[in-house]
């Protein structure tokens, strides 16, 4: 029996289950890594550095940093355990403060308590199944719990997260956010793959070994293929029978409802002890407007920095600026490559681009939009969006030039412009 894949089992951040006893954890401690140390620490200037800059790395203030947090983490390890019965693998300094040890259980308990420490991630996988089958391609799915396509890493990230982060976007200002539950500390059981999906087999192993770890709750972004055709119980098998022990030991299980809706049978939780999840949005809102000639403003989405104040540019259309007719072929006006525009045309101006299916199909981006913006000498650059499917959701994309989604037709139409 397979699974369909469609996230995986809570997370997958990094490490490698070496041994029956000893595993690797992750440790974050007190203290900002290099990217966001502003100071404060006699005989270390700061190394904090804007989003939009890039951090020296020979530097010496970085350099000499870098070494202070290396060290700590050494004396650390060496005031809690002996030598040789723990082995680091690894000091973050740069962009997290912490490290990769290779201990046990128990050790892990003892620093999870230590003063400085300030959270125990553990990582483990199962493929046993997944490799007798003939399935498993360590050089593709990866013989440790990394995350081969990042489903996994978020499946685990939507119920974690710092509280009150400041979201600053090429040194702009967006306010704050915060995970759903900040103090939470995840535990990572790697069990199903990118290209198969996973085995029944692989995914009980997983959730019984996360029971026995004493876990509190059960993410799962994971279920079988289609609802059984021999039956109408759709509860009677090994998978929802483990995860009905799970609730028995006194642990929560919530679990993705598919990915197949909203259309009758195309839900694969359904278990009466099971809290299924259906897709959700939250409540964020990244707005940005534009403000044309005639007063009239439009309203869009966008990460974005503004245009100067009180100064006003001219929209350039894409299909009016192009080099050559015959590119046509390549659809120019999504605004993907730049070669095929006039920049003596758009220089200076505000670039107006198209949504074509390309977005749609993954081949266009508003990255690449905004690449092309700047490429070109634009000030900045707008996407109106005129042909898009009802249940379409643009995502505000952080870009570094003043830039704009028009996402409503009604409202991407204005005539008598003067």
């Known amino acids: 029996m397979r699974f369909l894949e469609f996230g ?21 401690v007190e203290g900002e890594p290099v990217i966001s140390y502003a100071g404060g620490i006699d005989g270390f200037e700061a190394t904090a550095v804007e989003s939009d800059e890039k951090i020296d790395t020979n530097s010496e203030l970085v350099t000499s940093y870098a070494h202070h947090l290396e060290k700590k983490h050494d004396m650390l390890l060496g005031m809690l355990f002996e030598p040789g019965t723990y082995k680091k693998l690894y000091s973050y300094r740069h962009l997290i403060n912490g490290f990769a040890v290779h201990i046990s259980p128990e050790q892990a308990e003892t620093l999870r308590h230590a003063p400085g420490v300030k959270s125990i991630v553990g990582a483990q996988h199962f493929a046993q199944a997944a490799i007798a089958a003939g399935a498993f391609n360590p050089s593709i799915d990866f013989a440790s719990p ?4 990042g489903h996994g890493s978020h499946t685990a ?31 990572v059981y790697k069990a199903l793959y990118r290209l198969f999906g996973g085995f029944v087999a692989d995914v009980v192993a997983a959730i019984d070994q996360a029971v026995y770890d004493g876990v509190d709750i059960l993410s799962l972004s994971v279920g079988p293929n289609s609802p059984p055709a021999a039956t109408k119980t759709t509860f009677l098998n090994p998978f929802d029978a483990t995860l009905l022990g799970a609730v028995k030991a006194g642990v929560f299980v919530a679990q993705a409802a598919g990915n197949g809706g909203p259309f009758p049978k195309t839900m694969v939780s359904y278990s009466p002890w099971i809290a299924s999840v259906a897709a959700a949005i939250d409540d964020r809102r990244y707005k940005n407007h534009l403000t044309l000639g005639n007063g009239k403003v439009l309203a869009g989405i966008g990460l974005s920095p503004a245009t100067h104040l009180n100064e006003t540019y001219t929209l350039v259309a894409a299909n009016d600026v192009l080099l050559d007719s015959s590119v046509m072929k390549f659809t120019p006006t999504d605004c993907q490559r730049p070669e095929l525009l006039n920049k ?8 107006l681009c198209g949504y074509s299916f390309n977005f749609v199909s993954g081949s266009a ?27 379409t959701r643009f995502d505000p994309v952080p870009v570094g030039v003043p830039g704009i989604v028009i996402v409503d037709v009604r409202n991407s139409k204005v005539r008598d412009l003067p």
């Open 365 to 391: 981006s508003i990255k690449k939009v905004s690449e092309t913006a700047k490429a070109l000498g634009a000030v900045g650059f707008v996407l109106c969006v005129e042909n898009a499917s009802p249940e």
């Open 157 to 187: 990230s939507i119920a974690a997260g710092n509280n009150g982060i400041p979201v600053r976007m090429h040194g702009h200002e967006f306010g704050r956010a915060s995970g759903m539950a900040p103090r939470a500390r995840i535990a």
């Open 8 to 28: 995986c089992l809570i997370t997958v951040l990094c490490g490698l289950l070496v041994s029956l006893k000893a595993e690797i954890y992750i440790v974050t």
């Open 146 to 149: 990394l995350d081969g396509d």
């Open 344 to 351: 003596r045309l758009i220089q200076g101006n505000i670039l």
